[in-house]
């Protein structure tokens, strides 16, 4: 189901019917010159290929998106205020309002950095809340939230980059808001933040499925792209060691690799791509790091069912954007509840991402459902049940042809002095029709979201 078009729709397609079609390929061939790769990693095989994308954006009123903007603020500073009440005081769940049980069964979870404050204060520097448009109530509505090392943010500044190189026309007649500024949020964030020295994105290096975005923005931001042998630890310092071997002092580091693997000497000693003694650098206060360590708890789907109430709490206020209705099996009451409704629910394993772990009730046979059950029984603290969202399709030009297909927008929100919440997104779409998941490391596409007045 498509939205109703209105008058932004109807001015974009009447630019798009006047454009000659061989402008597609001169696009695709614009796109695919720029190597805009989303790696993939299947059945033990690294498979290098260009992210699908799609020459229609999607259209979002600088009205409604103005809601949007204000509802993700609120919810990136609820998170953030958790986060460091989390790991200093818990009061939250010295009060009730999340159980500690549930807190410290959260894989992201790490009790060792209990009672450490970063720097001003700020975890939730970078992140990816990822919503769809919800065609019954025709409202946002959050599914999840990526406060760990979201990623995505460089495949619109390259659509947009090829868009207006391909189809100014657009961009004469039309109020489209501008998106350059996406890098200097980040570098303003790292420079307010940093303890003394440069800023520096750690990469795992160009096998990473992001990699292209990792370079991309260190380029964009004017700052150091480094691999872990390229720094160097000294005296719980961290510096950068150039082509000439001088050590420049390392002031923040936006790190593109998950906790697990960002330090041989504090977390997985097999690690290759870490950097020894990063953590005791950060432990003394004499790096930055973007994100935090340890706000994978955010991240978990079962944590995620309480943000409402977190907002409540930290702020005062009503949520201005909703969850999806979510039960957690973990309460008597919600688990009777999945039970009874399990064949119209979506169930996700709280600890998977990127559409990993995601189930579809009315997918499933009868003897599926019963085992599902049966998992959820034996471990309920592992599971969430949602209603299924009926979120709007996009329109996608694909083999040649105008096809309805599912879209859910990633919005990206940075903090540093304030809450920047980018005038842009990335808008993913499933390649095929009837399909919910959406995710890039499930083989979807992507267009560029224009954020548009009249």
Known sequence: MLETENELHK??????????????????????????????????????????????????????????????????????????????????????IVPQEFV????????????????????????????????????????????????????????????????????????????????????????????????????????NSAYYEHSYLAQEMDAQLVRAHELEVIDKKVYFKNYNGKRIRVGSI?????????????????????????????LAGNVALMNAIGNGVADDKGIYYFVPKMIKYYLGEEPILHNAPTYLPYFKEDMEYVFKNIEKLVIKDVAEAGGYGVL??????????????????????????????????????LDKELKDRKADFRAYVVMGEDIKVWQCGLTRYALEAGNYLVNSSQGGGFKDTWVMEL
């Open 11 to 96: 001015k974009f397609w009447e630019i798009f019917s006047k454009q000659d079609r061989q402008k597609i390929d001169e696009f695709k061939n614009h796109m695919d010159k720029f190597a805009i790769n989303f790696n993939l990693y299947k059945d033990g095989n690294f498979i290098e290929r260009s992210l699908p994308f799609d020459v229609i954006p999607r259209i979002i009123s600088k009205e409604e998106f103005s809601k949007i903007e204000k509802g993700l603020q609120q919810r990136i500073q609820a998170l953030n205020l958790f986060l460091e009440d989390l790991y200093t005081d818990a009061k939250i769940v010295k009060e009730g």
């Open 104 to 207: 410290e069964q959260a894989s992201g979870y790490l009790k060792e950095f209990k009672g450490f404050s970063p720097s001003k204060k700020i975890r939730t520097h970078i992140n990816g809340i990822d919503l769809v448009k919800d065609t019954v109530n025709d409202s946002w509505v959050i599914l999840e939230d990526n406060l760990r090392v979201p990623s995505g943010s460089s495949y619109p500044l390259s659509i947009r980059d090829t868009y207006r190189k391909i189809y100014p026309d657009f961009f004469e007649q039309l109020k489209i808001e501008p998106i350059k500024q996406y890098p200097s949020y980040i570098k303003s964030a790292m420079n307010h933040v940093s303890c003394g020295g440069i800023n520096v994105v750690l990469t795992p290096g160009r096998f």
């Open 254 to 282: 936006y790190r593109r690799l998950d906790d697990d693997f960002i330090d041989p000497k504090f977390f997985n000693p097999e690690s290759l791509i870490g950097v020894p003694g990063l953590v005791e650098a950060y």
């Open 360 to 397: 579809f009730g009315h997918e499933m046979s009868a003897l599926q459902l019963e085992d599902l059950k049966t998992a959820i029984k034996a471990n309920p603290r592992r599971f969430i049940a949602q209603e299924l969202i009926e979120f709007y399709d996009e329109k996608c030009y």
